[in-house]
């Protein structure tokens, strides 16, 4: 189970998040919603570690994937490298796997350059999956695509999530593609900001 309790959250002095309790169950894929600067980012960050400097606590499994907004992928290798780099006794042939499984079957010694950007962020889904992680992290993975192009990698997502089941959050600004992936929708609300009562589901949590 993974466990956030944060009580709140500064950036020097503005208070930016308020107390936001949530509990994410193994397999569980739970969307995180709000506008724009309401601090859905800096949540992913505290979860993921990468934010230490908050009052409260969490609780993740160690094992993790970050897919952020754009791809970040090591431009200097591979995509089979950027594949086995990140995922530590991956082997080759499961690294080609993964890359058939997002379509860019034979594209293994492809360097990030030379793919496209929809081929780019395919990779990235491809690099988050392969090392089955227990805990997903989505920042808006679907933002500033064209229709089609987001679309395929909504779809993708949606089963590779199915396959891999790991403990997923991610954040959107769209409640159609919350709706669409997610089995529980968190809406961050008010300044500071604080979870919306009425869309958390706490039954069966603790
Ligand atoms: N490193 C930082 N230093 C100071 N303020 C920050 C920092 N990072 C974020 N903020 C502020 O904290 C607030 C929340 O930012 P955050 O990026 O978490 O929002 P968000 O909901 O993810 O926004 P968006 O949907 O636009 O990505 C914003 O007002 C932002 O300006």
């Known amino acids: 189970m993974i466990r956030v309790d ?8 503005v208070p930016v998040l308020g107390p936001v309790h949530f509990r994410i169950a193994p ?16 949540i992913l960050r505290i979860l993921a570690g990468i934010d230490t400097d908050f009052e409260g606590c969490v609780s993740r499994p160690e094992h993790m994937a970050i897919v952020f907004q754009e791809p970040t992928l090591l431009p200097w290798r591979s995509a ?13 042939a499961a690294a080609r ?4 499984r997002v379509g860019l079957k034979g594209r293994g010694e492809a360097f990030p350059g030379q793919l496209s950007l929809g ?12 090392g089955r992680p227990e805990l997903l992290i989505m920042d808006e993975p679907f933002v500033s695509l064209d229709a089609k192009t987001a679309e395929t990698m909504i ?6 999530i199915a396959e ?19 089995d529980r929708i968190l809406e ?5 900001a604080t979870l919306s009562p009425h869309l958390v589901q706490t039954e069966g949590y603790d």
């Open 119 to 130: 081929q780019q962020r395919r990779l990235a889904l491809a690099r988050a999956f392969a």
């Open 97 to 100: 796997e993964a890359l058939a």
């Open 6 to 13: 944060i009580l709140s959250k500064r950036y020097g002095r």
């Open 80 to 92: 089979l490298r950027n594949l086995t780099l990140a995922n530590a006794g991956l082997s080759e």
């Open 155 to 160: 779809a993708l997502t949606e089963t590779l």
């Open 164 to 182: 891999t089941r790991p403990a997923t959050l991610f954040v959107t600004h769209a409640r159609a593609e919350a709706e669409r992936l997610a």
């Open 27 to 42: 397999g569980e894929t739970v969307a995180l919603l709000g506008p724009s600067g309401i601090g859905k980012s800096t």
């Open 188 to 192: 961050l609300r008010g300044e500071p």
